[in-house]
T-cell receptor, first 111, second 116 residues
Framework: GEDVEQSLFLSVREGDSSVINCTYT??????LYWYKQEPGAGLQLLTY?????DMKQDQRLTVLLNKKDKHLSLRIADTQTGDSAIYFC???????????FGQGTELSVKP | GAVVSQHPSRVICKSGTSVKIECRSL??????MFWYRQFPKQSLMLMAT?????????EQGVEKDKFLINHASLTLSTLTVTSAHPEDSSFYIC????????????FGQGTRLTVV
């Protein structure tokens, strides 16, 4: 079956880079996503990567995909206190749009 | 991006009553919507896939008679929690699938349900 794993917590200092890691099991995934959730709110799509790509950069965000190891990472450059939130990685399971989420990584940014 | 509106954002109800949650895609049509449930400090658990004009597909372990889903139009899906109990208290999030050049899921703001 499909499974997505993330570490639960990450703490960084303001201005440092944050790297959030994720592993998945379904090698047939076509898209992999990163979502941000602030307290009491829904999910905000941050970025996504197609499975035939190795890297995607979007302003402060860099996504790296190692398809062989089924490992996905999100790097946030120059992390700010406003980046404090829970970050979920998700894989799209088949073409129907169903997403399988990891447990979420709580990012804490200290001034 | 696209906008998905979920209503209400917060609701408190008494045990035994029913609560309806709406999910609307405001600027696109969505034949497919998803309903998720999220417990505190936990991930999102997919409850069901809602398809416009047909019956919803429920994930294993989700009671279809308790969580009624209606997707009567291309912009609206509703989730009704029937005969709610305190253990149904949770954060419910919907997403709507926008198809086109790329297919993406956009999420509502979530509904905090508290059953007392």
């Amino acid at each position: 079956g499909e499974d997505v794993e993330q570490s639960l917590f990450l703490s960084v200092r303001e201005g440092d880079s944050s790297v959030i890691n994720c592993t998945y099991t379904d090698s047939s995934s076509t898209y992999l996503y990163w979502y941000k959730q602030e307290p009491g709110a829904g999910l905000q799509l941050l970025t996504y990567i197609f499975s035939n790509m190795d890297m995607k950069q979007d302003q402060r965000l860099t996504v790296l995909l190692n398809k062989k190891d089924k490992h996905l990472s999100l790097r946030i450059a120059d992390t700010q206190t406003g980046d404090s939130a829970i970050y979920f990685c998700a894989e799209r399971y088949n073409q129907g749009g169903k997403l399988i989420f990891g447990q979420g990584t709580e990012l804490s940014v200290k001034p | 991006g696209a906008v998905v509106s979920q209503h209400p954002s917060r609701v408190i109800c008494k045990s035994g009553t029913s609560v309806k949650i709406e999910c609307r895609s405001l600027d696109f049509q969505a034949t497919t919507m998803f309903w998720y449930r999220q417990f505190p400090k936990q991930s999102l658990m997919l409850m069901a896939t809602s398809n416009e004009g047909s019956k919803a597909t429920y994930e294993q372990g989700v009671e279809k008679d308790k969580f009624l889903i209606n997707h009567a139009s291309l912009t609206l899906s509703t989730l009704t929690v029937t005969s709610a109990h305190p253990e149904d208290s949770s954060f419910y999030i919907c997403s709507a699938l926008k198809t086109g050049v790329g297919t993406e899921a956009f999420f509502g703001q979530g509904t905090r349900l508290t059953v007392v």
